[in-house]
Nanobody, 126 residues
Framework: QVQLVESGGGLVQAGGSLRLSCAAS????????MGWFRQAPGAGKEREFV??????????YDADSVRGRFTISRDNAKNTVYLQMNVLKPEDTAVYYC?????????????????WGQGTQVTVSS
């Protein structure tokens, strides 16, 4: 089993940047595809797919809402996955979660990921 811990969240003005990190322990990340999801504040908000990367780093996927602004990457030697977020907007405000999946399909769906971190808050002010 793998344990995931996110860091790097915080408060930033619109147009700014943040880099989130997701550090893994327990097992090497090389056996997992990785994803980032977010959950905006408010009742009934579902966890939304942000980006995913295969275990080799050879393929990445991202949501339309973040394409061209966010970049997912990984360093398997450091057992860490990153999410570089640029040109942040107030609507990017959410708790961001990283997740690990043993599958190489359906990575845009939360149900594909059995392992989740606790999340890190990102707040973008206007």
């Amino acid at each position: 089993q793998v344990q995931l811990v996110e860091s790097g969240g915080g408060l930033v003005q619109a147009g700014g940047s943040l880099r989130l990190s997701c550090a893994a322990s327990g097992r090497t990340l090389t056996t997992y595809d990785m994803g980032w999801f977010r959950q905006a504040p408010g009742a009934g908000k579902e966890r939304e797919f942000v980006a995913a990367i295969t275990w080799t780093g050879g393929r990445t996927y991202d949501a339309d809402s973040v394409r061209g602004r966010f970049t997912i990457s990984r360093d398997n030697a450091k057992n860490t996955v990153y999410l570089q977020m640029n040109v942040l907007k107030p609507e990017d405000t959410a708790v961001y979660y990283c997740a690990a999946s043993p599958h190489d399909y359906g990575l845009e769906y939360a149900s594909a990921y059995p392992y989740w971190g606790q999340g890190t808050q990102v707040t973008v002010s206007s």
